[in-house]
Structure formats: C-alpha cells, structure tokens
C-alpha cells in the first residue's frame, strides 16, 4: 500500500503538466496538454487521482492505526475543516464537493504527512531513499519543460517553461525540494551553502515568483544561522542597525507604489473590506460559499479573482472558525515532538507566510505532498521525534 501511495503520486507528477492554462500574454501558444498529449488523457487527470489516493491513505492509516498516536492530533482537526465545510454548503446552498474543497486540499497532504510517519515507525528506516527518488523525477520532469514546453510569463517578462500545474505550483514543488536537499546536505556545509545560492538564483532568474523566493529565503536565513557561528555573528550584528534601516524605509518609501509593487493585491483587500462590512453574523460564521471570493477589480478588469490572501479567502467563502481551524492544524504539527524544532517552526511559518501573501502551498495540493514529503523527512530525523513517540 505503501509504495501504491507513492506510485499515484508520480502518476499525479507526471500528468500534472496537463493542468496548466495559458495566460493572456501566452495565448498564441497551443497548450502543452495538446501537443504533447498521445494518450489522450483529460486536463483533470490529476483530480482524478486524488479519488484513489486519498481513500488508499486512509485505508494504510487504519490497517497500521497502532502506529498512528500522536498523529491523531492533526487528522482530527481536519475533519472540523469537514464539518465546517458542511454547515457551510447547507447555509449556502452550495455544492457539497466544492464546499469541500479547500478541506480537502488543505488535509490531503498532511494524510500524506502522516503515511510516511507511520511507515518509518514500521520499518525503523528513513524516507531518504524515496526523497531521492522523487527529487530526480521532479528534475527530470523540469528538464523536459525547459527543453519542450512552452514558455510562461510573469510580472511583465518571459519566463522559462514549467512542468507542475503551472507558473506558481511549478516553483513551490521546486522550493520545496530544494529544501530537501539542502537538508540532506547539512552536514556538507560548503555543498549545501553552494546548492542553496545556485537554487536560490535558479527561482529568481527563471521565474521570479516573489513569494517562492520568500518562503525559500526564509529557510536559507535559518539555515545559515542553524550551521554557521559566523552567520549567528553577522545577524547579531544586523540586529543593532534595524532601527536605523527602519527610520530610512519610511524616509524613502514614502511615496511607493506599494499597490503597484503587490501586482494590484491592495485594491484587492480594499474592496474584500468592503464585501466584509456587509456581512453578518452567519456570514463571519461559515462565509458564503465556495466563489464567492472571485471578484473583478480596476486592477485585474480582464476576469475574476480571488483574494490572492488565502487567510482572508477562508473568511469570505468559509468563515472566521474556518480560518482559525486551518491555522491551528498547522500549528498542531510543531507540537508532535517532545521539543519544537527550528528548522520545522520555520518550514510551518513559511507554509503559512505563502497564504498570507499570496495563494501558497494550502491550496495547491500538487506542491504540499513535496512539501510536506520533506517535512516529514526533518521530522523522522529529528532525536525528539523518537522520545515522544517511542
């Protein structure tokens, strides 16, 4: 069962490339699911896998359900994500699958999460082998993009070609791997500050998603100060001339363009406010159902959007208890040890900074297996994982 999990989820790898949609700026290109497309598969091949993943980790958890323990924790505040979910497709009036599914691609991965737990309790080995595997197979896949696929664009340029689900997806199963390795090299600090730099301007150069480049920089930050007394030294340091740094920013940026610098997200926020003052008590409780974020603004005219804030679509179309709920699983995750770690405290922060600043890892599922394969992969190799659950 173990490696059936891990074989649909090279199949969803593998046809992700079919979910990709061009954009305005690329339409005079013939999408990739047409040319390269011989067997004919449907754009949503992906979707459908989930059917059979998600029932097949359930069916592992329960069958090694002794093993599970503490991981109980987090897969029973999905299923308040479910009944949440519920209450609000009767409120609305909505479909009961759409309502369920920012759930489900919120509690997917983290099932996943879990199977890779239990089955290193089971065997007594780590997933570094899988880990591997996985991140030759997303490389060979980008390679291939980057030889065949169209190309994207992002912020006013071309950008190199993508593999997974597209620009944004792309990029996170790409930071998220790097991280992987980057981990798996630490005890080669010259190799993984190397890899982490090339890494690092591969995401910048390639394709420029600024929240990415956030969430993978954070981790860099922490590593660097985890591995180097000369790092912890130099932050010491720069810790003395932040006020001074600060009392300059708001000299100078006084009159910036921030809303021009967020790509259009404060007007955005300005009129979800707006949609916000008119809701009422049952609306702040289970929101008003799944689209009703999708909205057009002066600065995205051409089609309908969300919020590009995940935090503030949850309270739109799900309500403040749904919010809180998502945050607090998260949270859940640093407490399965005896002692939270560092280096897992920032990956779960910077999961919950790619929702904050735009549409992160919480609602592409695509990129939270990668991610949360290499969480599970710190966690296991983490001396307080054993004492706690042992």
């Given at each position: 069962?173990?490696?059936?999990?891990?074989?649909?989820l090279v199949?969803?790898?593998?046809?992700s490339?079919?979910?990709?949609?061009?954009a305005?700026?690329?339409?005079?290109?013939?999408?990739?699911?047409i040319?390269?497309?011989p067997?004919?598969?449907?754009?949503?091949?992906?979707?459908?896998?989930e059917?059979?993943?998600i029932?097949?980790?359930?069916i592992?958890?329960?069958?090694?359900?002794?093993?599970?323990?503490?991981?109980?924790?987090?897969?029973?505040?999905?299923?308040?994500?479910y009944?949440?979910?519920l209450f609000?497709?009767f409120?609305?009036?909505?479909?009961?699958?759409?309502?369920?599914?920012?759930a489900?691609?919120?509690?997917?991965?983290?099932?996943?999460?879990c199977?890779?737990?239990v089955?290193?309790?089971?065997t007594?080995?780590?997933?570094?082998n899988?880990?591997?595997i996985?991140?030759?197979?997303?490389?060979?896949?980008s390679?291939?993009?980057?030889?065949?696929?169209?190309?994207t664009?992002?912020?006013?340029?071309?950008?190199?070609?993508?593999?997974?689900?597209?620009?944004?997806?792309?990029?996170?199963?790409?930071?998220?791997?790097?991280?992987?390795?980057?981990?798996?090299?630490k005890?080669?600090?010259?190799?993984?500050?190397?890899?982490?730099?090339?890494?690092?301007?591969f995401?910048?150069?390639?394709?420029?998603?600024?929240?990415?480049?956030?969430?993978y920089f954070?981790?860099?930050?922490?590593?660097?100060y985890?591995?180097?007394?000369?790092?912890r030294?130099?932050?010491?340091?720069?810790?003395?001339?932040?006020?001074?740094?600060?009392?300059?920013?708001?000299?100078?940026?006084?009159?910036?363009?921030?809303?021009?610098?967020?790509?259009?997200?404060l007007?955005?926020?300005?009129e979800?406010?707006d949609?916000?003052e008119?809701?009422?008590?049952?609306?702040?409780l289970l929101?008003?159902?799944?689209?009703?974020?999708?909205?057009?603004?002066?600065?995205?005219?051409?089609?309908?959007?969300?919020?590009?804030?995940d935090?503030?679509?949850?309270v739109v179309?799900?309500?403040?208890p749904?919010?809180?709920?998502?945050?607090?699983l998260?949270?859940?995750?640093?407490?399965?040890?005896?002692?939270?770690?560092?280096?897992?405290?920032?990956?779960?922060?910077?999961?919950?900074?790619?929702?904050?600043l735009?549409?992160?890892?919480?609602?592409?599922?695509?990129?939270?297996?990668?991610?949360?394969?290499?969480?599970?992969?710190?966690?296991?190799n983490?001396?307080?994982y054993?004492?706690?659950?042992?």
């Amino acid at each position: 069962m173990f490696y059936g999990i891990l074989s649909l989820l090279v199949i969803k790898l593998l046809f992700s490339y079919l979910n990709e949609e061009l954009a305005w700026w690329t339409r005079h290109f013939t999408p990739n699911y047409i040319k390269y497309n011989p067997l004919g598969m449907p754009v949503n091949t992906t979707e459908y896998v989930e059917y059979l993943l998600i029932p097949l980790m359930f069916i592992y958890l329960t069958v090694y359900f002794r093993k599970v323990g503490i991981l109980l924790i987090p897969i029973f505040i999905t299923f308040i994500l479910y009944i949440l979910n519920l209450f609000t497709a009767f409120y609305t009036s909505s479909e009961l699958l759409d309502s369920l599914k920012y759930a489900l691609k919120i509690s997917t991965p983290i099932y996943f999460f879990c199977v890779l737990v239990v089955h290193t309790k089971l065997t007594g080995k780590s997933i570094k082998n899988e880990l591997v595997i996985f991140v030759a197979i997303c490389a060979f896949l980008s390679v291939i993009a980057l030889l065949l696929f169209n190309p994207t664009f992002n912020r006013g340029s071309f950008r190199w070609p993508v593999f997974f689900s597209g620009l944004h997806t792309h990029n996170y199963v790409l930071a998220a791997l790097f991280v992987g390795v980057s981990y798996m090299l630490k005890n080669k600090k010259w190799y993984m500050y190397s890899f982490m730099l090339a890494s690092f301007l591969f995401l910048i150069i390639g394709y420029n998603v600024r929240t990415v480049i956030v969430f993978y920089f954070l981790f860099i930050v922490v590593m660097l100060y985890l591995t180097s007394g000369f790092f912890r030294y130099l932050y010491a340091k720069a810790l003395l001339f932040i006020p001074f740094v600060l009392g300059l920013a708001l000299i100078y940026l006084r009159d910036f363009d921030w809303n021009r610098f967020s790509s259009g997200r404060l007007t955005m926020y300005e009129e979800k406010l707006d949609i916000l003052e008119d809701y009422g008590f049952k609306d702040y409780l289970l929101g008003r159902g799944w689209g009703s974020d999708l909205i057009k603004t002066k600065e995205w005219w051409w089609e309908k959007k969300g919020s590009h804030n995940d935090f503030l679509t949850y309270v739109v179309e799900n309500g403040i208890p749904f919010m809180i709920v998502f945050t607090l699983l998260l949270l859940s995750l640093l407490f399965l040890s005896k002692r939270v770690s560092m280096i897992l405290a920032t990956l779960i922060i910077g999961y919950l900074l790619t929702s904050l600043l735009s549409n992160g890892f919480a609602v592409r599922p695509q990129a939270a297996y990668m991610f949360f394969m290499v969480f599970a992969y710190i966690y296991s190799n983490n001396k307080s994982y054993i004492t706690k659950n042992e």
